[in-house]
């Protein structure tokens, strides 16, 4: 396939079996797998190998998964960390996500799942969200910048998952106009709603959490209840 062609995917999992048939399955994909059994050997080959993608398991048997998110982001800062965790409380979702990390899929997952969201990362390109003609734009008073992943708020500099860059294009690309959780998980993601899917939800929070003046009252990034949510001016 076009989107794995060359593409090189870590996965830092200590689990033998689990990583085995992670392995197995994007290689038949065509891609290129890598495998860490720790997250200092992780980090290491995220050195030298620069992958365009990481699975990154929350639990590892030296330093935890939080940790080696946050230094991979020093490391390899714009290439997508989906972290495997067998926590299914916000909180901890949360945290992953403050972390650095760029998604989340929580243990037992479906494989298939885990594939369409890869594979959904490497056709960036193609997506509608994709089609804003200038990289940089403003929320208020915050500046996004979509080419660096970053934006500036109160002349400091704040860094941009890959998946906070497409939600925001998205909704940047339909400004004023409401867009539902079913269709920012298919553009986004690459994914199908499932009612206990909280996903979307999380990233908002953490978009609240640095374009919002108040995240708790927000001016920007609206809820549309029983819906989805709309970015307004």
Same mark, same amino acid.
Request: proline share 5%.
């Given at each position: 396939?076009?989107?794995?062609?060359?593409?090189?995917?870590?996965?830092?999992?200590?689990?033998?079996?689990?990583?085995?048939?992670?392995?197995?399955?994007?290689?038949?994909?065509?891609?290129?797998?890598?495998?860490?059994?720790?997250?200092?050997?992780?980090?290491?080959?995220?050195?030298?190998?620069?992958?365009?993608?990481?699975?990154?398991?929350?639990?590892?048997?030296?330093?935890?998964?939080?940790?080696?998110?946050?230094?991979?982001?020093?490391?390899?800062?714009?290439?997508?960390?989906?972290?495997?965790?067998?926590?299914?409380?916000?909180?901890?979702?949360?945290?992953?996500?403050?972390?650095?990390?760029?998604?989340?899929? &929580?243990? +037992?997952? $479906?494989?298939? !799942?885990?594939?369409?969201?890869?594979?959904?990362?490497? *056709?960036?390109?193609?997506? #509608? =969200?994709?089609?804003?003609?200038?990289?940089?734009?403003?929320?208020?008073?915050?500046?996004?910048?979509?080419?660096?992943?970053?934006?500036?708020?109160?002349?400091? &500099?704040? +860094?941009? $998952?890959?998946? !906070?860059?497409?939600?925001?294009?998205?909704?940047?690309? *339909?400004?004023?106009?409401? #867009? =539902?959780?079913?269709?920012?998980?298919?553009?986004?993601?690459?994914?199908?709603?499932?009612?206990?899917?909280?996903?979307?939800?999380?990233?908002?929070?953490?978009?609240?959490?640095?374009?919002?003046?108040?995240?708790?009252?927000?001016?920007?990034?609206?809820?549309?209840?029983?819906?989805?949510?709309?970015?307004?001016?």
């Amino acid at each position: 396939m076009d989107t794995a062609s060359r593409k090189k995917i870590l996965i830092i999992e200590d689990d033998p079996a689990l990583a085995g048939g992670l392995c197995d399955a994007l290689e038949f994909e065509g891609f290129i797998a890598l495998h860490s059994k720790t997250g200092r050997d992780g980090l290491a080959r995220a050195r030298t190998d620069q992958p365009d993608c990481i699975i990154l398991d929350l639990m590892l048997p030296d330093i935890n998964g939080y940790q080696v998110c946050e230094e991979l982001r020093r490391v390899v800062n714009l290439a997508p960390i989906i972290m495997l965790t067998a926590r299914s409380q916000e909180s901890d979702k949360i945290r992953g996500l403050d972390a650095g990390a760029d998604d989340y899929v &929580t243990k +037992p997952f $479906s494989l298939g !799942e885990l594939l369409a969201r890869i594979r959904a990362i490497f *056709r960036r390109d193609a997506r #509608v =969200s994709a089609a804003l003609p200038d990289p940089k734009f403003t929320i208020g008073d915050v500046l996004i910048n979509t080419a660096t992943h970053s934006l500036i708020r109160d002349n400091k &500099t704040l +860094p941009l $998952s890959f998946y !906070e860059v497409e939600l925001l294009k998205l909704l940047r690309s *339909r400004l004023g106009q409401p #867009v =539902s959780r079913d269709d920012i998980l298919d553009k986004v993601w690459g994914i199908s709603a499932n009612p206990t899917n909280r996903t979307v939800d999380n990233f908002v929070v953490k978009l609240r959490k640095k374009i919002e003046p108040d995240r708790d009252k927000p001016r920007y990034i609206l809820t549309v209840y029983g819906f989805g949510y709309k970015l307004v001016e």
